[in-house]
């Protein structure tokens, strides 16, 4: 790896992570030299540093057991901080307890899906929204929602555990914009999907960024969440090792070998496709 690839936006650089507001006055997210872990065990993030602003996709690659997901946890307050700060604009986050971090506009959409699967669509749709302020702004935000999810109109009276796993993810994905939050946490939305399903999901992505929300997304699948990408950081034993925009990581050697090698079908030194490749296939 060429030394100038290496920590475009080093983890202690205090200034590079303060990026949390646009002329709007719509407010990122700011992540600020934090260190956590599980209780009683050894810290799994080493002060790391980043921000989302709004209307950004932000992807974190790395391998297996790198952070990505303590990562995720650790904003969403499912882990406290152990060091370090958690902010969206000027809000503090770090030390809330997660429900209210939540409702302060954070939604962590977990690995794997967590639908409840005996409850209809609509009312999967409708817990989400717990936080909102009454019934009809529920009902409001319940029909924005399925106007950014479409597809999700057909199956609003079935139960969800009914859906395939694709749908299920669209769902989950769903149930997270019901809070109406500003940044959005996703913890490898792609995974177990089959590929039009991906196209999808990564379309949807496309369009909370549209829609202002901050997105950071953790992805396996490189090749195919760069293009949607407007930033990447690259974790590696709970500390950011390489960081910098989608298309000068899509063309760094060090993420071509790593990450978009013979895996998912291309060569080395192939460039990733654009966003509107990717959309097509
Ligand atoms: N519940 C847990 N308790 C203790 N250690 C954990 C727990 N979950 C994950 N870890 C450890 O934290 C490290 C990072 O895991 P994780 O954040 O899940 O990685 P990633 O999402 O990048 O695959 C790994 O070493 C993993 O073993
Ligand atoms: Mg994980």
Redesign the pocket.
Same mark, same amino acid.
Request: charged letters at 10%; proline letters at 0%.
């Given at each position: 790896m060429a030394p100038e690839e290496r920590d475009v936006i080093p983890g202690r650089r205090r200034s590079r992570a303060v990026a949390p507001g646009d002329a709007s006055g719509a407010v990122g997210l700011v992540v600020e030299d934090v260190v956590s872990g599980?209780r009683g !065990?050894p810290s @799994?993030v080493h002060d790391m540093s980043l921000s989302v602003a709004p209307g950004e996709v932000v992807a974190v690659l /790395?391998r297996? /057991? !790198? /952070?990505? +997901? +303590?990562l995720l946890s650790t904003i969403s307050g499912v882990l406290r901080c152990r060091r370090g700060r958690v902010a969206l604009g000027d809000e503090q986050l770090s030390g809330m307890p997660a429900p209210r971090i939540a409702a302060a506009g954070v939604a962590h959409v977990p690995e794997g899906r967590r639908v409840i699967p005996g409850m209809s669509v609509d009312d999967n749709l409708r817990l989400g929204g717990y936080s909102l302020r009454s019934r009809t702004v529920i009902e409001e935000q319940l029909r924005s929602v399925i106007g950014l999810f479409p597809m999700l109109e057909p199956w609003r009276r079935r139960v969800a555990g009914s859906l395939s796993g694709g749908e299920q993810q669209m769902l989950a994905i769903a149930r997270g914009l019901m809070g109406k939050p500003r940044v959005v946490l996703l913890d490898e939305p792609l995974t177990g999907l089959a590929p039009i399903l991906r196209a999808e999901v990564l379309g949807v992505v496309d369009a909370m960024r549209t829609a202002g929300h901050a997105i950071l997304i @953790?992805e396996q699948n490189a090749a195919e969440t760069l293009p949607f990408a407007d930033r990447v950081l690259v974790?590696h034993e709970g500390r950011i090792t390489l960081s910098g925009s989608a298309a000068e990581m899509a063309s760094s050697s060090a993420i071509q070998e790593e990450y978009l090698g013979l895996p998912i079908g291309r060569t080395a030194g192939e460039p990733c496709p654009t966003r509107e490749e990717s959309r097509r296939w």
């Open positions: 599980y !065990a @799994v /790395g297996n /057991g !790198a /952070g990505k +997901t +303590t @953790v974790i």
